[in-house]
């Protein structure tokens, strides 16, 4: 799952200042469940917002707020046809994904990012999210028993622990489990230590084109006499 | 009108369910299916007046209820399996009393032309009454004693139904419209017929004690448990010598025996022939017989009795029990050559009592001599003859009798306007009776508080009422500990529900779990009602089943906001109370609604529902300072605490960054022992005060 934060106070009345019409725009997906950007977060950050118009006394703003299913998805966005046409700009408060969906979806109209998105993890328990993917689109966690070095680790090194580590944490910071310690506990675990014996080259990040698309229907003819 | 009485309980269903509220057990164990939930709800908030209320719409007696109920609903009460039930009748009671119940006058216009008589007085025959004024008949009360009551007058002890309770409830009746003929026993129903009455209600109750059927029971010095607390309520003082004996285990047995003891005899011994937790007498009744000084013999049964030298020569035999019977308890079983014999001055004999119908009525009886009646429309065999009370039933509780009655008047109704009876279709959703374990585990235990009897060497002097009033706190207390059954937190925009699983992880009763499909569910029969799961869902896809919680904040807010806005009074703070701890109690009662110039206090059921966006809101409209102030450890609920300082924080970390102080916003706990809450709040009013003053000399430099 995508994880976001939302932004400062302060960012975001810069980021809205010339803008009389504000659609506060959340998304019911991602960063509802991150807390960032759900329905309460829009209700939060929307009276918030008017507190800080009162008590600055520049009351220039007018703002409505709307959560829909999910912005990274034109569908889901039609909904906000006849809103968009009342106001003057969204601050979207999806991830980036969402932010330029649906600036895709209404060009005429500036999109704010409400957010920083931040990393794709977990909830390790309530409140709390940690880090646990980096998507790069080469997934080795076959010889790591499941524990990713290139999130987990700082350095992200692919042969692993260096000589930062120190009763079983990271050096660059004491609270941080090293991932190779834990990765080397579960290959013990596992009985896979051999694994750990291996020497893994370094990757060529450079073979992988960016932005990214997968493709995933099969590039066949349509129509014709097969149908 | 006529619709409104009659499909009231139909209706307030309905009503409760357009919340999705479930039927708590409470409600269906009670014979009059009242709003218990509610009422207890309404006395946790210090909301008396609103209690009574709604005890009125349930129950045509309430004062009566409150003193002799049994209390069915105690026994289903789900907090029974976690430490002790609710004390719903002392509830009752203390909302009968502070809720000024004796003051309330009713009235009853006559909108129908046919007469309805109504045959005995007793609390079925009461109730009837009632309901039938208030649907517009009207309604004559023949009754064969020189007072109205019924066993309410002649069967109940004083020191359980003080007679000046039953006298408002009869005073308020014929101020009702109610005609009333005392010392007339009716001989025939065709007369009543003859008469011009449209329909009768044959209530005349189950007086007659029945007979042991064993040698000497028509001696001098035997007498029936009904006769003889039939005198005594009549005000006679039967003379019954040194020492007493009372057969029998049901509820009048302990009523004659406590009786015995109130009249002065130096020894009461209660012969019953099963042993106690076969006895069918209440427990209160039994322990409280028994701390008067009542001797209990189990096991016991008298088969012969003699008078001799003025005393009475009774000769018992042992009893041992045998296989349980059809009712399920065990049958005893007298033992061989374990005859004694023993002597008293008197012997009660309470082995139960059965209807005496004439048999003039020409109705068709039924298993010991009750009338045979349609357990839907209470017909008898005889067109326009109406039965119900313990007639129908034979003996039972006044409860039983008031709803009885109550049917039995919308049951007319349906005769007499030639309607198809009403089946009553009882709330289709109902709670289940069982809370899981794990449930149970999490709910805080919390003594029930009983109210305060009268000790027994004071009580047993004299006739009065035994039981006191609760006091205004432990009232509260006791009705705070109301787990809210059916009023719990349901998703109710399911397609909303991002599955974030923050219900789930932030219950403190760990009641949401993930079904198999992965649906986040929230089972009704576990959830306390505690709303924090409502305030924390990033989705908003969860509500109370009574959504009254959160709208009341927003109401209560914005109605302190324009309040306060008119006053004009400076600096304004809101303080967003906890109802229960706050009004309830009477902590704070002294700020009520600026009683200190600019508090205005918001009355929160429970702190843990207030939400940021409530104290952003307050901020937006002028507040200088805002303070939460919940019970602490004293709430009865799990981590209201914990939740609310969470959310002050997130109040906290953005008001900074609008350029207010974090101090603006404080907490409070209404139930310190130690702190002085007063003491605290002028503090935070001074330095609230010293803020305002200085953000507008702030102001002041910049122009």
Known sequence: ?227 | MNNRVKNYQVNRIRETSQGHSLIPPCQVACPLHMEIGKYVDLVAQGKVLEALQVIREGNPFPSICAYVCTHPCEDACRRNQVDKPISIRALKRFAVEFGGDRMIELEAETTQDEKVALVGSGPAGLACAYYLRKLGYPVTIFEAYSELGGMLRVGIPRYRLPREVVDTEVQRLIHMGVEIKTNTRVISIDLLFDMGYKAVFITVGAHQSLRMGIEGEDSPGVIDGATFLREVNLGLKPALGKEVAVVGGGNVAMDAARAAVRLGTSKVSILYRRSRTEMPASPDEIEQAMEEGVETMFLVAPIKMKRENGRLSVTCVRMELGEPDTGGRRRPVPIEDSEYDTEFDTLITAIGQAPQISEDFRLRLGRGSTIKVDPVTLTTNRTGVFAGGDAVTGPATVTQALASGRQAAFCIDDYLHHRYPLVDKEAEETLSGELSPKTIEMIRKIERLEPPLLSPETRTKEFKPIEQIYNWEAAVDEARRCLRCGMGAEIMFQDKCATCLTCLRVCPYHVPYLDEWGTIQIPADECQACGICVAECPARAIILRKPYDRRHIDEELEHALRSAAESKSKPLIIGFCCQYGLFGTGTLASLWRESRAGIWIVPVLCVAKLEGEHILRAFEMGAEGVFIAGCGEQCSRENTAFWVLQRVEEVRRTISQIGLEQERVQTFNLRAADDDITEALDNFTERIGGLCLASVIEEEVKS
């Open chain 1, 1 to 227: 799952m995508i994880v976001a934060e939302q932004k400062s106070l302060e960012e975001i009345k810069r980021v809205i200042a010339p803008y009389e019409k504000v659609l506060l725009l959340g998304c019911g997906t991602c960063v509802t469940v991150c807390g960032a950007g759900g329905e309460r977060e829009v209700a939060f950050l929307h009276s918030a917002l008017r507190v800080a118009q009162v008590r600055s006394h520049d009351g220039i703003h007018n703002f409505s707020e709307y959560t829909v299913k999910r912005q990274c998805d034109f569908e889901f966005l039609d909904v906000l046809e006849d809103k968009v046409n009342e106001v003057d700009t969204i601050l979207s408060l999806g991830c980036g994904i969402g932010v330029q969906v649906v600036a895709d979806r209404f060009p005429d109209i500036p999109v704010l990012p409400g957010v920083n998105t931040s990393f794709m993890g977990m909830a390790k328990e309530w409140g709390v999210w940690d880090e646990r993917c980096a998507a790069c689109g080469d997934c080795r966690l076959a010889e790591t028993a499941g524990i990713c070095p290139i999130t987990r680790c700082t350095k992200a090194i692919l042969n692993g622990p260096c000589a930062g580590t120190k009763n079983g944490k990271c050096e660059a910071n004491k609270d941080m489990e090293c991932a190779w310690i834990l990765i080397y506990k579960r290959l013990e675990r596992l009985q896979q230590l051999e694994k750990m014996r291996r020497y893994y080259p370094p990757r060529n990040f450079r073979v992988i084109p960016r932005p990214r698309r997968i493709v995933m229907r099969a590039d066949v003819e349509s129509g014709g006499d097969n149908g």
